[in-house]
C-alpha cells in the first residue's frame, strides 16, 4: 500500500512538474480550424450555415512598428449546405477544399509569454493571451474583445497535447471559456475577426507539438482554392503502404498501382513529388520532424489516397 502511494505520489510530481514547462506558441508549420455557425436566412424562419476557418503560420513574416510578427494567412471552407429547426445538418469533419482564395489579415508576435495579434485593418496590436496570470486574476475575455469584457481565472490545470503538458486555463463567461498554452482559445482563435457570439476549435496541428482536438471531432485539412477536386475524393482510393510510419531518415512507400506521389506539410506546401512510381524509398534527412501528407494519385484512374506520416 505504502509503495502504490509514493509511485502514484512520484507519478503526481512528474506530471505537475512537466506542465509547468511552458509550451510557446508556434511560429510556423502550424494550422487550427474552427466552426462557425451563420445565418442565411430571417430570423422568422432561420436558416444556418457553417463555415470552416484554418488558420496557419507559414512562417513568413512582417515588421511594423518596429515590431516583428508572424503572418497569419486564413483559408476558409463555406458549407452550402445548411440546417433549420426541422431538418438538422450537422457539421462534417473531413479533407476539404476551400471555395475561396486565401487572403493574409494580420501577424502575431509573442513577448515574455503574452501573444499579441494586429490587424490590418486596425491601428493598435491587441494582447490576446498572458500565459502568467494566475487563479483569480482578471483578463480581458478574447472572446468578446469588441465588447471589452473582463472575466477572471478560475482554474489552471493541464492538457496533453502531443507528448507534452500544455498549460490549460479556465475562464468563466457566458460559457466555460478554456485558453492552452501554445494553442490559444478552444472556442475561438481569432474572434474578433468572425463579430459572432460562439464558435469552437475543431483542431489544431503542428510540427512542433503535434494534434489537438475535441473527443467529438477529428484532425483533417483544407486544402487551397483552386486544388483538383481529386484530391477530396474519400469513397474512391488508390492503396498506400508505408513502413516505418513514424520514420526517421528513410521511408518506403508501396502503392497498389501506379501513382504520382505528393508530399505536403502540414500547412499545405509541396515537398515533393513522383511521377509514375509504385515502390519507392524516400530518403528524408533533410526533412524537418513533425507532420506530412502523402498523396497518391492513381494515374490510370484519378483515384486519390491521403495519408498522415511522421518524421522523427
Known sequence: MKLRTLLAAALFITLNSTAQTYQPFPKDNVYWIYLTGYILHGQSTPDYGYIYHQYMLK?????????TYKLIHRRRFVDSNKYHTNKIYAPSFHNRIANVPDDVIGGIREDSQKVYI???DSNPE????????????????????????????IKIDSVLVGSNYHKRYHGQTSSTLEIIEGIGNTHEFYPSLIGQDYGY????????????????????YIHPY???????????????????????????????????????????KLICTYNKVKNIDIETGSWAK????????????GAVRTERVVKR
Open 59 to 67: 512562417g513568413d513574416d512582417t515588421v511594423l512598428n518596429n515590431k
Open 118 to 120: 494586429k490587424y490590418f
Open 126 to 153: 491587441v494582447l490576446y493571451y498572458d500565459f502568467t496570470l494566475k487563479v483569480n486574476d482578471s483578463f480581458a475575455d478574447p472572446i468578446y474583445t469588441y465588447l471589452n469584457l473582463k472575466t477572471a481565472i
Open 201 to 220: 476549435m475543431v483542431c489544431y496541428n503542428s510540427t512542433q507539438y503535434g494534434t489537438y482536438h475535441s473527443d467529438s471531432t477529428n484532425v483533417f
Open 226 to 268: 483552386g486544388t483538383p477536386a481529386s484530391v477530396e475524393k474519400t469513397a474512391e482510393r488508390t492503396k498506400l503502404s508505408i513502413a516505418p510510419n513514424p520514420f526517421t531518415n528513410t521511408v518506403r512507400i508501396t502503392a497498389a498501382s501506379v501513382v504520382k506521389l505528393s508530399v505536403y506539410n502540414i500547412v499545405g
Open 290 to 301: 513533425g507532420m506530412y501528407y502523402l498523396v497518391g494519385e492513381d494515374v490510370s484512374t
